[in-house]
């Protein structure tokens, strides 16, 4: 079956740039789909942060856009979330997930567990 | 603030039917798909309804999704203990500002 499993530092320093890693096993992301990034921070809601497809089309929470990229290792079936200057404000649990065929609909069916990321000095 | 409102807190006793609404505009449940969450607190949200209305497999027919207008609805009926969870509307936006996935606060559902 589909599985996902975010990798990263669990502490990033303010005006740093957070990096995570999305490893997927049982499925080739070069057989298509899109492959998002979500964000929750501690008891508050779900914030999509943007999606990539195969050959590396994205799009972006246009909230985060200027902070945020997304790329994708196809011969290390992962993708990857870089987000730049972090504040207290995007601390947060940190989940990967597969999306759909289309980036329009917000049908993410596979999740990884999660990763808590605490920005703090 | 989330661009889709959904009431934070819902509850009811074993055997009811709980509704949970979600309501947004034009630029995204008046003209995409609505999807919806369960998630069980500490662990992943988990795909509960697709485009609407359709029940991915292994979804109890419990579970129940409609959309009209603008706003959207989960029905829950024979309510059960184990559905206390907090639930999630989310949907496209075509926002002008900038295209985005879209999801509304998130709804607990208390079992009484």
């Known amino acids: 079956q589909v599985q996902l499993q975010e990798s990263g530092p669990g502490l990033v320093k303010p005006s740093e740039t957070l990096s995570l890693t999305c490893a997927v096993s049982g499925y080739s992301i070069s057989s298509g789909y899109y492959w998002g990034w979500i964000r929750q921070p501690p008891g508050k809601g779900l914030e999509w942060i943007g999606s990539i497809y195969r050959g590396g089309s994205t799009n972006y929470n246009p909230s985060l856009k200027s902070r945020v990229t997304i790329s994708v290792d196809t011969s290390k079936n992962q993708f990857s979330l870089k987000l730049s200057s972090v504040t207290a404000a995007d601390t947060a649990v940190y989940y990967c997930?597969?999306?759909?065929?289309?980036?329009?609909?917000?049908?993410?069916?596979?999740w990884g567990q999660g990763t808590l990321v605490t920005v703090s000095s | 603030q989330s661009v889709l409102t959904q009431p934070p807190s819902a509850s009811g006793t074993p055997g009811q039917r709980v509704t949970i609404s979600c309501s947004g505009s034009s630029s995204n449940i008046g003209r995409n798909f609505v999807y919806w969450y369960q998630q069980f607190s500490g662990t992943a949200p988990k795909l509960l309804i697709d485009?609407?209305?359709q029940r991915p497999s292994g979804v109890p027919d419990r579970f129940s999704g409609s959309k009209s207008g603008t706003s959207a609805s989960l029905a829950i009926s024979g309510l059960r203990s184990e559905d206390e969870a907090d639930y999630y509307c989310a949907a496209w936006d075509d926002s002008l500002s900038g295209p985005s996935v879209v999801f509304g606060g998130g709804t607990k559902l208390t079992v009484l």
């Open positions: 485009r609407n209305n």
């Open positions: 997930a597969r999306q759909s065929y289309s980036s329009t609909w917000p049908h993410f069916d596979y």
